[in-house]
């Protein structure tokens, strides 16, 4: 629901005073101390998290019993508490999954599904709890990477683990013995073999060196640049075309005629299930090197080693940003985004002046994240551009552009006099987005959480922007308070950052 222009405004006067005013404060005591005590325990790195904490899922515990125990939402980032340091953190749809300086994996929130690698008997967990099963002794965990109701693991050797949902089968755990409900949920980690390099094809591919999980499908990339996708094939969201697993639709849909095939695909969607790794063929067909992959809620994104972004799947709301003139329903096969150019205006910037027009020609990109329904960039020159929805902020762009994108176009850059901002990693959660710049500061942007869904403060769907204000949208990149504070003894860098479906968590390091 986007807010007022009075809410709206305020919002922009909030940010454009660096300043949050005493919110800033509040935030340097809620994270800062807790890096300094923890020093002593020979670890610099934590896990930091913010927004909805129902059952559990930023793992800082609960008060109360029943629906009290859930766990407790904050609009401010505070700590996760583990036994080791932390090294990598993902942000599902009701779950956060952390990888420790140990080489496990630990997970907090909702586990219906076992997607926290525990028997569902566990309904949720308010604390990151070590998960079993990992051979992390021998073969460390190094990425995690959480869908809505399933997680996947990436071990130093490039060996891929997963856990929970997998009805769709975005576990890529194939059916055993035939019987379906055998595998509709993993409850404890469970081996991909086939992605393994001691599987047939395996070592012609590399191992597997990255990881990304939807709602329902996944993919993993090697270091020889291949892509394997499975799970859902929903509006061809797993990049195999019309011949892959059964569908006869052609390359690309026309929006005239899409959205009755759109419905017809949705209704027959659990016939065309990849279970299995399958590698996408098209890229390999034309040397397409994979540097990085991201996923949304139904379409998908890879950046090769050139910096050209491939999208595909459903592209009704403009998130692949393959312009309006395509006028796509969905894509079933990669197709190369153009970013350079100035757009169809031929212009590097809008009428507006403020950076957030078409992109200057031979712009490159060096990392990318698919939102729910739009998507997110880091240009060469350390900048962003989005595209697709943005009806509550979510492309960073302003609040005089609040339609939607059709192609991916600047975002309005954050002005700090005393230090540049560039920008170098990117994540994108259902409605909001997150940056981390080259000197560890972090900005958000996009839906602040401003419906409620509790009458008790501390349980609503507000916070995940960590700017201290539950109950707002933010339109533009604003960045969060108690990060990359410089001067201050106790500096927090970040190091990354998650974005989930109404939460985020990020890496930081202390700065010693």
Same mark, same amino acid.
């Given at each position: ?34 890096? $300094? ?22 793992? *800082? ?6 629906? /009290? ?14 036994? $080791? ?30 997607? &926290? ?25 190094? !990425? ?14 490039? +060996? ?7 009805? !769709? ?23 991909? +073999? ?22 329902? *499908? ?10 394997? =996708? ?26 005239? #005629?899409?959205? #009755?095939? /759109? ?19 098209? &890229? ?24 050209? $972004? ?53 712009? =490159? ?35 005089? !552009? ?19 901002? *560039? %920008? ?34 501390? %349980? ?12 707002? !949208? ?39």
């Amino acid at each position: 629901m986007r807010l007022s222009r009075v809410a709206v405004d305020a919002a922009r006067r909030c940010s454009a005073n660096d300043g949050f005013g005493n919110i800033r404060h509040r935030a340097l005591q809620a994270v800062a101390p807790q890096a $300094v005590s923890s020093r002593h325990r020979g670890y610099a790195s934590f896990a930091f998290s913010c927004g909805n904490g129902d059952f559990g899922r930023l793992g *800082h515990g609960s008060t109360g019993v029943g629906e /009290s125990a859930l766990g407790l939402s904050t609009d401010l980032f505070k700590k996760i508490a583990l036994p $080791v340091g932390a090294i990598a953190v993902s942000s599902g749809g009701a779950h956060t999954a952390i990888v420790g300086t140990d080489g496990a994996v630990y997970t907090c929130g909702l586990n219906d599904f076992g997607q &926290l690698g525990v028997a569902t008997a566990v309904s949720h967990l308010t604390q990151a709890r070590k998960v079993d099963g990992l051979p992390n002794e021998y073969d460390p965990v190094i !990425d995690v990477q959480c869908g809505h109701f399933h997680t996947i693991c990436l071990t130093r050797d490039g +060996e891929v683990w997963s856990f929970g949902r997998n009805d !769709d089968g975005q576990c890529g755990v194939p059916l055993s013995g035939g019987a379906r409900s055998d595998t509709s949920a993993i409850t404890a980690p469970a081996w991909l +073999e086939s992605l393994s390099q001691s599987a047939p094809g395996g070592r012609d591919a590399g191992k597997v060196v990255k990881i990304a999980a939807g709602p329902r *499908h996944s993919i993993a990339v090697t270091e020889n640049g291949a892509v394997f =996708t499975w799970g859902s094939s929903f509006e061809g969201c797993l990049g195999h075309g019309g011949d892959a697993i059964g569908d006869d639709a052609g390359e690309q849909r026309k929006a005239s #005629f899409g959205i #009755f095939d /759109s419905v017809k695909k949705f209704l027959q969607k659990k016939s065309k299930i990849q279970r299995t790794p399958r590698l996408v063929r098209s &890229l390999a067909m034309s040397q397409v090197k994979a540097k990085h992959p991201s996923l949304g809620l139904a379409h998908s994104l890879v950046l090769d080693q050139k910096g050209t $972004v491939f999208a595909w799947g459903q592209g009704r709301f403009n998130q692949l940003g393959v312009g309006a003139r395509m006028n796509v329903a969905w894509v079933e096969t990669p197709t190369a985004l153009e970013f350079g150019g100035g757009g169809e205006d031929g212009k590097n910037n809008s009428s507006t002046g403020d950076g957030t027009g078409g992109l200057p020609v031979n712009t =490159t990109v060096t990392s990318i994240a698919a939102g729910g329904n739009f998507s997110v960039a880091i240009t060469n020159d350390g900048r962003l551009a989005s595209w697709g929805v943005n009806g509550n902020g979510e492309c960073g762009s302003g609040s005089l !552009d609040d339609g939607r994108r059709d192609r991916p176009r600047g975002v309005k850059h954050p002005v700090d006099n005393k230090r540049p901002v *560039h %920008f170098e990693s990117v994540s994108a959660g259902w409605r909001h987005a997150a940056a981390v710049t080259k000197d560890g500061r972090l900005f958000t942007w996009g839906w602040g959480g401003s419906a409620g869904q509790h009458t008790d403060d501390a %349980f609503t769907t507000g916070g995940q922007l960590g700017l201290g204000d539950g109950q707002c !949208d933010f339109w533009e990149p604003t960045p969060v308070p108690g990060f990359g504070v410089s001067g201050r003894e106790t500096n927090l860098k970040v190091k990354s950052v998650s974005a989930g479906f109404n939460h985020t968590a990020v890496i930081a390091d202390d700065g010693k």
